[in-house]
């Protein structure tokens, strides 16, 4: 099995019982390929037809802030949600997005989280500024900490030529305005950090903060 690109749909190949198959997913990333194929192998050891499992496939949906493609925009751009909020994580989120769109222009917003490990924070932000096109540095969950400390240490991360294409804007719901407002057509926009969580954490807090409804503000969003 394995993607094609044919206008930046992510495609899957089956070959099965010497015949091939051909599914459009309606799914982003690389990584989904391998949740869809053990769900078909655990299908077929249950003995559901192999033509109703390719039925159901395409109607297939992304976990809520896993990957999640929250609209399409009228310019053709796309938005994503994901939880990344490790360096590994976020790697395979920007990797996944440059190999399924590629020549895109990728936009990243993303911050790190307070009273947790600290050495993450550069790292972070340099492979933001390594993989991204543009990236906007925010608060995630600051918690006890100060936000703008927690910035200071995660723009360590990225050298003096890399920091160009980066902005720092503590505010998360200004942040995702800003980025959503200079999205252009076909542009890619990964927000992560947050994904399904409705809330952020501040001095020891929760206030009520939705990453999906905060972008709907600013894109008019049609119908998947």
């Known amino acids: 099995s394995f993607p094609t690109r044919r206008s930046s749909d992510l495609l899957l190949r089956i070959k099965y019982n010497n015949s091939t198959y051909k599914i459009k997913l309606n799914l982003i990333g690389k990584v989904q390929l391998k949740n869809i194929l053990m769900a078909t192998i655990a299908a077929i050891k249950s003995n559901i037809s192999i033509k109703d499992i390719f039925k159901v496939i395409p109607r297939i949906k992304s976990v809520n802030g896993r990957f999640e493609k929250i609209g399409k925009i009228k ?3 796309k938005v994503i949600l994901d939880y990344a909020h490790t360096p590994d994580a976020l790697k395979t989120c920007l990797k996944n997005l440059k190999e399924q ?3 895109k222009k990728i936009s990243l917003v993303f911050g ?3 009273n947790r490990d600290k050495t993450k924070r550069p790292k972070m932000a340099h492979i933001a500024s390594q993989l991204s096109t543009q990236a906007i540095f925010t ?12 910035l200071e240490e995660m723009e360590v991360g990225g050298s003096a030529e890399n920091l160009k294409k980066t902005i720092t804007i503590s505010d998360r719901r200004q942040a995702i305005k800003t980025a959503c407002k200079f999205s252009e057509t076909g542009d890619i926009l990964l927000i992560a950090g947050k994904g399904h969580e409705n809330y952020q954490e ?7 903060f939705d990453d999906l409804v905060e972008v709907k503000k600013y894109f008019n969003l049609l119908k998947k």
């Open 202 to 208: 501040i001095n020891g807090e929760r206030f009520h």
């Open 139 to 150: 608060s995630d969950n600051p918690r006890t900490e100060n936000p703008d400390t927690i």
């Open 101 to 103: 769109f590629p020549g």
């Open 112 to 114: 790190c989280g307070g």
């Open 75 to 77: 310019n053709n751009s």
